[in-house]
């Protein structure tokens, strides 16, 4: 008998307003035709003045709890992923805490930036593994419209604000990857590369928040390879190859990277997950989100195999392989 993680509910949140790509077309030197065709996005959702991460993340942990037929006082743990937190302290997971009502557990961030779900879904499967946690909340929230310099074209029509959640509950398996839940999991770093994606400003560095600079042909290089290597890691561990894939919900920074990857790993584009020509890059929100959208369209059934995989600042990379 093993324990697993198996996945109870899935649930989001989008703010309401939407940015296209005609509004930057008419404030900067850019175009719908670039936009669309160089990265694969539409238009973006934008926070509302006022509205937070953890207002968000707190919505999408209310739809995933519904989702999945439980109450807060049913958590033992909130997980939440985000490079965009509400305060430098106290952590973002502590607010939803309280939001939620949530009078027991435990709650804390972790910070992958675009990777930060499958850092918090492998934690959380970790707490789970161990006995430490039944039941957990793992969110991803950003918001990176707050972070985004509007007068660089390169970055600033990439990324939109959302969240996405789901509830990790322990189950009883068999050990064998026939076995609902999570099946194998790899986490990858690489601080040397830091150059490529990172925030010019921080607590004990510029004292401010910073804006987001990317050096992004170079990190489409390395996210086309590392991401295809961190899947066959992961469908190796758990015994299982390209063939046996399912869905592939990727984390969505450009529709050439989704598209590659799939490629490498020989599946069609339409066992592919794309959430990108409404939502742009949420960072550590696209998984979430890409998983609550595939589930309420009915796409997953019993017995799918999904590879969750995404890469960003750090580098940062890693994937997740799961029986739904
Ligand atoms: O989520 C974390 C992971 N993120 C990623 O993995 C992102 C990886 N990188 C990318 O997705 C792509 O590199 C970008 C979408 C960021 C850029 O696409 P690209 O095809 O690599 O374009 P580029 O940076 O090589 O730029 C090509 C041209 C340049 O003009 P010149 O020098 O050829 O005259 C840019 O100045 O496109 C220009 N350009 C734009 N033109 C119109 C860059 N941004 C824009 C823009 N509108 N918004």
Redesign the pocket.
Known sequence: MTIRSVVRGVGHYLPERVVENAE?AEKI???DE??KT??GISRRHFAAEGETTSQMATAAALAALKDAGLEASDIDAIILATSTADLTFPSTATMVQAALGMTKGFAFDVQA??AGFIYALANANALILSGQAKRVLVIGAETFSRILDFED???C??FGDGAGALVLEAATGTGENTDQGILSVDLNSDGSLRDL?YVDGGVSSTGTVGVLK?Q??E??KH?VVKLADTARTSLAQAGLSDDDLTWIVP?Q??I??IAATAKKLGVPMDRVIVTLPDQG?T?AASIPLALSLGKSEGKFKAGDILLLEA???GLAWGSVVLRW
């Open positions: 930057f030197d850019t175009t670039w936009i160089r990265t930036v675009c074209r390169a970055t029509v990439l994606l990317m992004g042909p990190l489409f996210a984390h920074a450009n050439r990277i890059n960072s890469i960003g600042g």
